[in-house]
T-cell receptor, first 114, second 110 residues
Framework: NAGVTQTPKFQVLKTGQSMTLQCAQD?????MSWYRQDPGMGLRLIHY???????DQGEVPNGYNVSRSTTEDFPLRLLSAAPSQTSVYFC?????????????FGSGTQLSVL | GQNIDQPTEMTATEGAIVQINCTYQ??????LFWYQQHAGEAPTFLSY????GLEEKGRFSSFLSRSKGYSYLLLKELQMKDSASYLC???????????FGGGTRLMVKP
């Protein structure tokens, strides 16, 4: 069972470059989300989706775009990378929202923006 | 909004018991989660509390008091592999946003 798969595991960008972090899950989960994790600040929600075609903003959405064209995939796009976006990014999913249900996390993407 | 506080670091001895506290002030509440995260790895689910009281699961127990905005995670018979960060997270009223505290880094010493 693959679970939640994130790619790439590591990425280095220059300021102003764009890129997409990929996230896919094979558990037929309706709910998917993106978090960033910075030292001392815990996990902060960037965007989330409660189903295909539906996305919404989390706590720190600025500088990031998402789309949910299929149940399985939830890519995160950085349109113009900034050093402040250096962080570890986690994708997470659950069957039907987070109420009562644990999140399954991907293995993370370590992003450095120079 | 949500404000969640946990101690930054704790140290305990192998075989002992440790209690990690979490306090929260929130505009809405629909449950509290605890996750474990080993260094360099993804968080994994430990427990979920939505009603007041103690939930026991093997060596780990979690307690919730909604009136006090307080939870704790109790780890018994500590093992070296329990060295990790423990994340407290509160679910909002709508049940679609989970807000995490900064995490407590636990170091277990021989």
């Amino acid at each position: 069972n693959a679970g939640v798969t994130q790619t790439p595991k590591f990425q280095v960008l220059k300021t102003g470059q764009s890129m997409t972090l990929q996230c896919a899950q094979d558990m037929n989960h309706e709910y998917m989300s993106w978090y960033r994790q910075d030292p001392g600040m815990g996990l902060r929600l960037i965007h989330y989706s409660v189903g295909a075609g539906i996305t919404d903003q989390g706590e720190v959405p600025n500088g990031y775009n998402v789309s949910r064209s299929t149940t399985e995939d939830f890519p995160l796009r950085l349109l113009s990378a900034a050093p402040s976006q250096t962080s570890v990014y986690f994708c997470a999913s659950s069957y039907e929202g987070t109420q009562n249900e644990k999140l399954f996390f991907g293995s993370g993407t370590q992003l450095s923006v120079l | 909004g949500q404000n969640i506080d946990q101690p930054t670091e704790m140290t305990a001895t192998e075989g002992a018991i440790v209690q990690i506290n979490c306090t929260y002030q929130t505009s809405g509440f629909n449950g509290l989660f605890w996750y474990q995260q080993h260094a360099g790895e993804a968080p994994t689910f430990l427990s979920y509390n939505v009603l007041d009281g103690l939930e026991e699961k093997g060596r780990f127990s979690s307690f919730l008091s909604r009136s006090k905005g307080y939870s704790y995670l109790l780890l018994k018979e500590l093992q070296m592999k329990d060295s990790a960060s423990y994340l407290c997270a509160v679910l909002n009223n709508a049940g679609n946003m989970l807000t995490f505290g900064g995490g407590t880094r636990l170091m277990v010493k021989p």
